[in-house]
């Protein structure tokens, strides 16, 4: 059973920076894939970014593409989200996510079965 915290969301005006961070325990870290999900209010759960277990393969969702960056570190178990250029679309709770397996590219819900609860991040114009 992995658990997952996440931190480091608040509220930031139009084309600042926000870092999330999401530490993990209960489970060896390196054998899953982490991904960082994101709903806003009325919407569904969506996709943003993942990482493989090696850090070597990193996956974004279009829309963040240039301006989001995962990382991960198998050390200290844990995975970040660096968030540049920030747009008011970009508010959102985000969450932190595990699916077991090497293989990244997981960009559905469905495939990850470990979830944090979710930080708030909110972008003002």
């Known amino acids: 059973q992995v658990q997952l915290v996440e931190s480091g969301g608040g509220l930031v005006q139009a084309g600042g920076s926000l870092r999330l961070s999401c530490a993990a325990s209960?489970?060896?870290?390196?054998?899953?894939?982490m991904g960082w999900f994101r709903q806003a209010p009325g919407k569904e759960r969506e996709f943003v970014a993942a990482i493989s277990w090696s850090g070597g393969n990193r996956y974004y969702t279009d829309s963040v593409k240039g301006r989001f960056t995962i990382s991960r570190n198998n050390a200290r178990n844990t995975v970040d989200l660096q968030m540049n250029s920030l747009k008011p679309e970009d508010t959102a709770v985000y969450y932190c996510?595990?699916?077991?397996?090497?293989?990244?590219?997981?960009?559905?819900?469905?495939?990850?079965?470990?979830w944090g609860q979710g930080t708030q991040v909110t972008v003002s114009s």
């Open positions: 209960g489970g060896t870290f390196s054998r899953y894939v």
């Open positions: 996510a595990a699916s077991p397996g090497f293989t990244a590219g997981r960009k559905t819900p469905d495939e990850y079965d470990y």
